[in-house]
């Protein structure tokens, strides 16, 4: 009863809305289908390209593996020379030309007899002791090296002049006779390599900027 006396208007009874489970197949299809198309219209507009790439370091002169490889996609352009994936079969089993680092691009120039050091140039190894090898020092540094020789000049009696030159670090690694050493393998000028191997005394590395 209302306020006034009067009864109150009956409700009508409630309306439930009734979803077709075939409506509920439908619409998941439709999704799935937008979603694959997507993907397929994605996948063909991609313009990366696959090609070879080392997964592991390799020597100059080591003969390339199955297992040395990867196939990565890269946009590559014209002027990038690669090796697409289509020719892998033609580059197991010959060797690197050059050294090549894990994850580097192949390209055809680097495979063939070894080519390593580069003409007029040479690979120099030293020993590092602690304190002198800057701690910013990598393969790729541009350093100056500079050995103080531990014999005196014969028949004089004086120390002779320390013995320098520019390089670029090729590789370090610590020396495995438990010294403390680092041995740093050095890309350097021909003549430079073989004034720096006839001395005898201790090497220290100087950092030089880029550009250098």
Do not use: C, Y
């Not at 495995?176 to 220290?204: H, P």
């Amino acid at each position: 009863m209302t306020a006034n006396g009067a009864a109150p208007p009956a409700r009508g009874p409630a309306l439930r809305r009734h979803v077709s489970p075939l409506r509920i197949l439908l619409a998941v299809v439709l999704i799935l289908s937008f979603a694959l198309a997507g993907a397929v219209v994605a996948d063909r507009i991609d313009t990366r390209l696959p090609v070879m790439a080392t997964v592991r370091a390799i020597d100059a002169g080591q003969v390339i593996t199955e297992a040395d490889l990867a196939v990565v996609r890269v946009a590559a352009e014209s002027t990038v020379t690669t090796v697409p994936e289509t020719d892998r079969g033609s580059v197991v089993g010959r060797t690197a030309a050059v050294p090549l680092v894990a994850g580097a691009l192949l390209s055809p120039a680097q495979l063939g007899a070894a080519a390593w050091p580069p003409k007029g140039q040479s690979v120099v190894a030293v020993g590092v002791k602690p304190g002198r090898l800057p701690s910013g020092v990598t393969p790729g540094s541009h350093v100056l090296i500079l050995i103080v020789p531990t014999a005196t000049a014969a028949g004089t009696g004086s120390t002779p002049p320390v013995v320098q030159a520019e390089a670029t670090v090729w590789s370090l690694e610590e020396a495995k006779d438990q010294s403390g050493d680092t041995a740093v393998s050095l890309l350097i000028a021909a003549a430079d390599g073989r004034r720096l191997a006839s001395v005898v005394g201790d090497v220290t590395l100087v950092q030089l900027g880029v550009g250098r």
